[in-house]
């Protein structure tokens, strides 16, 4: 990977423009096409992945690795300490993290500014979607908007044209060199790259997560001896795999299947059980379609409950400038 040189503010901008983002072939090594506007691509027909070993070129991200393995261990073993709490903490840190922190804070909030909260209400947002565990906020926005630039073609983060596995698991696991990783942040979060919060969260993001797991095992120990494991297995393992794959699926399954209310240069498609699983965000097609709406369910059945969040903070007065013309020809 080469090292990006950093986005200007008319840049910036322009990648968090619906036209630009939906339209634009940006070459990997290259910034001058953001600035040269639409290159009408067209959608892959018959993507040839390229050879596994090449993603890895740095080698095995093992850090990743072992998390991942000790989570979805430890979701297997909340099944043998299984607690009504237990379930009830996991359902509402799942809203928390999952919808708050990931699909409101980090995507619709971050990513794409559909949405403005005050500084204080933005950084709780970014504290719940570090809870999840899906990495820090400069980390989670750079790579979305890469996404959304590149969406399924060379230089796409997790495009189900190099196979399914990659797009929804793999993409994560390659070893990348610091100065790789700061060159996306300043190249493709700028805006967070700068602010001096977002940087202390990008190094203590993990912490949040851990000390979660430490409150809730000794809340369970002091209530009863042994229950700490099943309000800690619980609220972060089960909780955090079943938030994994819900976004997970986004990456991989919205981009293979379901149905188009947009056409649009990559494959993005709706799927209903990823929007209910991801609190609305499986309305994928529309989203890349448009992408700075605050609302991802343009037709009356595509319920999206990140929307109905959104809309409630705006009739209370902390959401502003929220971003919510569905086209005409979609009403």
């Known amino acids: 990977m080469s090292v990006e040189s950093p986005l200007t503010t008319d840049e910036m901008q322009e990648v968090l423009s619906d036209s630009l ?8 090594t290259s ?3 953001i600035q040269t506007g639409r290159s009408g691509r067209k959608a ?8 596994l070993r090449d993603r890895f070129p740095n080698g095995m991200n093992w850090t990743n690795f072992t998390w991942m393995l000790v989570m ?23 809203f ?9 804070g980090y995507h619709r909030l971050l990513t794409h500014g559909s949405f403005k909260v005050p500084k204080p209400v933005e950084y709780f947002f970014s504290v719940c979607g570090m809870l999840s565990a899906e990495g820090s906020p400069i980390f989670w926005v750079a790579t979305h908007r890469k996404h959304h630039v590149l969406s399924d073609l060379p230089g796409d983060p997790h495009s189900p044209n190099e196979g399914f596995w990659w797009s929804h698991i793999l ?33 203590i993001f993990p912490v949040f997560t851990i000390l979660l797991g430490i409150g809730l095992f000794v809340a369970g120990e002091a209530i009863k001896p042994g229950f700490g494991w099943s309000l800690a297995l619980w609220g972060v393992c089960m909780r955090a795999v079943l938030c994994y794959h819900s976004t997970w699926f986004v990456n991989s399954a919205t981009h293979i299947w379901g149905y188009r209310n947009y056409e649009t240069t990559d494959r993005s498609r709706n799927l209903w059980w990823v929007a209910l699983a991801s609190y609305g965000e499986g309305w994928h097609n529309n989203h890349h379609a448009h992408q700075r709406l605050a609302r991802h369910g343009h037709r009356w059945w595509e319920i999206d409950v990140t929307w109905m969040v959104i809309r409630t903070l705006q009739i209370l007065g902390i959401a502003t400038n929220v971003q919510d013309r569905i086209p005409e020809q979609t009403k």
């Open 72 to 94: 979805h261990s430890g979701a297997v073993a909340a099944l043998w300490h299984f607690s009504w709490t237990g379930l009830a903490i996991c359902a509402v840190l799942h």
């Open 171 to 203: 993409w994560f696991k390659p070893r990348v060199l610091k100065s790789e990783e700061e060159a996306l942040f300043a190249r493709w979060a700028p805006d967070l790259w700068k602010d001096p919060w977002h940087r202390v969260f990008d190094r």
């Open 21 to 28: 983002l939906n339209d634009t072939h940006v070459d990997e």
């Open 44 to 51: 892959i027909a018959h993507p040839v992945p390229s050879r």
């Open 31 to 33: 910034t001058d096409e």
């Open 96 to 104: 928390v993290t999952a919808c708050l922190g990931v699909t409101l």
